[in-house]
């Protein structure tokens, strides 16, 4: 399934008329040749109408780049810039925007074009304006350093534009014990994001329609070719595959106008009983297919999740901040091997959520904590096995019983060092995750849920989360050594 939208910024150079248009024609040109050199032409897209120089020359290039089916704006200040008409130009464009700007080159007399000076009244006016707009750390640069400006943006972009379109279908209420994962709606709407909350009972009347279904015979053939040597549990998978068609069924039936989707779905305390199985295979082989579906009715963990898959354009999981690592296993494989101190380090885990992409190796098995209490029967369906070494971004969204957007991000890597453990577990270490743990994850009220995106993602999070409506205050981090928290006892 195609769940995460293909970006096109239209980029639009802009000129103030007291000064050379020239300069504005020129280095859109060379901005232009530089992006396709390195990154190719398939995201950008070259408003060839005007330099905007005027409200007229705005409104006509807004219908070109509607027209060439951009939905996301680069706003390019080839010398000082309109102010008026490059940040109305903003205002009137529906989709995620940047500016940039060029930087001077040899010709400092008939060739100079103070961008720089001009980046500060477009920043101001869009303030005035209340116009949400990216603008790079260090917005002004020569056409390569603008170009790696307008393809940082790109996911950025991506997600902001999925956000537009995104439903999430929920079933369910969160199991017993879990009000940590709270889910006020409220912020689901001011993102522009729809809900649709159902009954698990109207899902277990979705599934034994589907009993029979003459698609399970290959759904489950698939199945077992993914699992190979690790299908332990040959037997339900005729269930498995019956209730992945029940949900991606239930995709294409309720996304309504909405393009695209991702699910928080049930998985406990009576799934096991009723539908006679665990859902945590399914949920990792939709994720890896692009719908990314959280456990336990997550609705903030499945919102965190699209993003992620939108920012890293891959696949994603989601892990309980689990379980510290034992000082005997600190000590025999990583003291002295790697970089990190023990409370550095700890264990993400979940069930079997996680996709068999993304982990070294997997066991499609039962699920040992349910069936402390239950048959093992009913529990069976879950895929196990260490989640692949490598860097991981460590993240959430989240919003406050009071209705508070917050966010966290840290960026840090799996280890290749072997668990032990069961589940779809992971060693993961962060700097300063000891500190971060107690001044981010415990102060600020965060649930044991976080997101993964595989590689390090933060730049990009952190601007999705500003555009967003995230205060940046809100946005907490893994802070260095030296650098306190706020919270943080200056005398521990």
């Known amino acids: 399934m195609n769940n995460i939208p293909k970006v096109k910024i239209g980029i639009v150079a802009v000129s103030r008329d007291c000064f050379p248009e020239s300069l504005s024609v020129n280095r859109r040109k060379a901005l232009i040749e530089a992006y396709t050199k390195k990154y190719g032409a398939d995201d950008i897209y070259e408003c060839p109408i005007c330099i905007v120089e005027s409200e007229i020359h705005m409104v006509q290039a807004l219908e070109d780049i509607k027209k060439a089916g951009c939905n996301a704006l680069c706003v390019y200040l080839g010398n000082f810039g309109p102010e008026i008409a490059e940040t109305l130009l903003a205002k009137h464009f529906e989709g995620?925007?940047?500016?940039?700007?060029?930087?001077?080159?040899?010709?400092?007399?008939?060739?100079?074009?103070?961008?720089?000076?001009?980046?500060?009244?477009?920043?101001?006016?869009?303030q005035l304006r209340n116009v949400k707009a990216y603008i790079p750390e260090y917005p002004v640069g020569d056409a390569e350093d603008c170009a790696d400006m307008i393809h940082d943006f790109v996911p950025i972009a991506r997600a902001v534009v999925g956000l537009s379109d995104l439903k999430i279908i929920s079933f369910g209420p969160r199991p017993l014990n879990f009000l940590a994962c709270n889910a006020p709606i409220k912020q689901l709407y001011n993102l522009g994001v729809e809900i649709e909350e159902n009954s698990e009972l109207d899902l277990f009347e979705a599934f034994n329609k589907h009993a029979g279904d003459a698609r399970i015979a290959e759904v489950a053939a698939d199945m077992a070719k993914e699992l190979g040597e690790g299908n332990k549990k040959p037997e339900v998978l005729e269930k498995l595959a019956q209730y992945e068609l029940t949900l991606k069924d239930w995709v294409n039936?309720?996304?309504?106008?909405?393009?695209?989707?991702?699910?928080?779905?049930?998985?406990?305390?009576?799934?096991?009983?009723?539908?006679?199985?665990?859902?945590?295979?399914?949920?990792?082989?939709?994720?890896?297919?692009?719908?990314?579906?959280?456990?336990?009715?997550?609705?903030?963990?499945?919102?965190?999740?699209y993003i992620g898959t939108c920012v890293s354009d891959d696949i994603v999981t989601l892990l309980d901040i689990n379980n510290t690592v034992p000082k005997n296993l600190y000590k025999e494989d990583i003291d002295g091997k790697f970089d990190y101190c023990q409370n550095e380090t700890f264990m993400g885990f979940h069930c079997g959520n996680t996709s068999s992409k993304k982990l070294s190796f997997c066991e499609m098995k039962y699920q040992m904590i349910m069936a402390r209490n239950l048959p093992i029967e009913v529990t069976n369906g879950t895929l196990e096995g260490d989640i692949q070494p490598g860097q991981i971004t460590f993240y959430r969204l989240q919003s406050t019983a009071d209705n508070i957007l917050r966010a966290y991000i840290a960026e840090g890597e799996v280890l290749p060092v072997a668990t032990r453990s069961f589940g779809?577990?992971?060693?993961?270490?962060?700097?300063?995750?000891?500190?971060?743990?107690?001044?981010?994850?415990?102060?600020?009220?965060?649930?044991?849920?976080?997101?993964?995106?595989?590689?390090?993602?933060?730049?990009?999070?952190?601007?999705?989360?500003?555009?967003?409506?995230?205060?940046p205050c809100e946005i907490g981090y893994n802070q260095p050594a030296g650098v306190r928290y706020p919270t943080e006892n200056p005398w521990k």
């Not at 949920?283 to 990314?292: A, E, V």
């Not at 743990?437 to 993964?452: C, D, N, T």
Request: charged share 15%; aromatic share 14%; net charge neutral.
């Open 424 to 471: 779809g577990i992971g060693i993961f270490a962060i700097p300063e995750m000891d500190r971060f743990y107690r001044h981010v994850l415990i102060q600020k009220g965060f649930p044991h849920h976080g997101a993964v995106a595989f590689g390090h993602h933060g730049k990009a999070l952190f601007e999705v989360f500003k555009l967003i409506g995230v205060c």
């Open 253 to 305: 039936e309720h996304k309504g106008y909405r393009k695209y989707v991702a699910i928080a779905g049930k998985c406990w305390p009576a799934f096991q009983t009723q539908f006679g199985f665990v859902p945590c295979y399914v949920n990792s082989r939709l994720t890896s297919q692009g719908i990314p579906v959280s456990c336990e009715v997550d609705i903030y963990g499945c919102l965190s999740e």
């Open 96 to 126: 995620p925007k940047m500016f940039c700007a060029a930087a001077e080159e040899n010709d400092l007399v008939q060739g100079r074009g103070d961008a720089f000076c001009g980046m500060l009244n477009a920043s101001y006016n869009l």
